[in-house]
């Protein structure tokens, strides 16, 4: 049975950091390229992060790029995300999703792990 | 501001048919990548419920069903069930911003 279980989430001031991780188990973790989505406080779903099973390429909207950073280690079947620079409107619940397709612009979320909330305020 | 349109809210009695549209551009949905569908129970993680514009996973029953075309994707519960309440996204792939997107969500009322 896949089950993904994100950790780490927080309340964290503006301009804080924090870490979040996503344990893997029933797959092979490395075939597989890894993503985070997030969902604001009764807002819809925001892709934020996806990197490939290897962990050589990395996808991001222009939105989080140079404050987000995405990684995984393989031998601990552990994806992480790395929150620099947090402002109010990072607030949310960051889900970690495996992906799965063909072609990478064709990628769809087939399991969810059940979200992790960051809490970005003064 | 999601690139992906999707109708606020619809609404249908027991058992009948309601659609959910997904409208996108040329650099998204009309552009070739799959149109894939979720559903959110109220307080829980996305599942995923249809992929490749209308291929449905191990266990999503029958009464779902997706389609593709041009620069729009449709969602459709036929048979409409009280368990059906919940938030649907849909989701593709966007040439111009380089990455996924999701649609602005529809809530599901079952009257």
């Known amino acids: 049975e896949v089950q993904l279980v994100e950790s780490g989430g927080g309340f964290v001031q503006p301009g804080g950091s924090l870490r979040l991780s996503c344990a893997a188990s029933?797959?092979?973790?490395?075939?597989?390229?890894m993503s985070w989505v997030r969902q604001a406080p009764g807002k819809g779903l925001e892709w934020v992060s996806g990197l490939s099973g290897s962990g050589l390429t990395t996808y991001q909207p222009e939105s989080v790029m140079g404050r987000f950073t995405i990684s995984r280690d393989n031998s601990k079947n552990t994806l992480y995300l790395q929150l620099d620079s947090l402002r109010a409107e990072d607030t949310a619940v960051y889900y970690c999703?495996?992906?799965?397709?063909?072609?990478?612009?064709?990628?769809?979320?087939?399991?969810w792990g059940q979200g992790a909330l960051v809490t970005v305020s003064s | 501001q999601s690139v992906l349109t999707q109708p606020p809210s619809v609404s249908g009695a027991p058992g009948q048919r309601v659609t959910i549209s997904c409208t996108g551009s040329s650099s998204n949905i009309g552009a070739g990548p799959d149109v894939h569908w979720y559903q959110q129970l109220p307080g829980t993680a996305p599942k995923l419920l249809i992929y490749g514009n209308s291929n449905r996973p191990s266990g999503v029953p029958d009464r779902f069903s997706g389609s593709k075309s041009g620069t729009s994707a449709s969602l459709a519960i036929t048979g409409l069930q009280a368990e059906d309440e919940a938030d649907y996204y849909c989701q593709s792939y966007d040439s111009n911003l380089t990455g996924y997107v999701f649609g602005t969500g529809t809530k599901v009322t079952v009257l």
């Open positions: 029933g797959f092979t973790f490395g075939d597989y390229a």
């Open positions: 999703a495996k992906a799965r397709g063909a072609v990478v612009i064709s990628y769809y979320f087939d399991y």
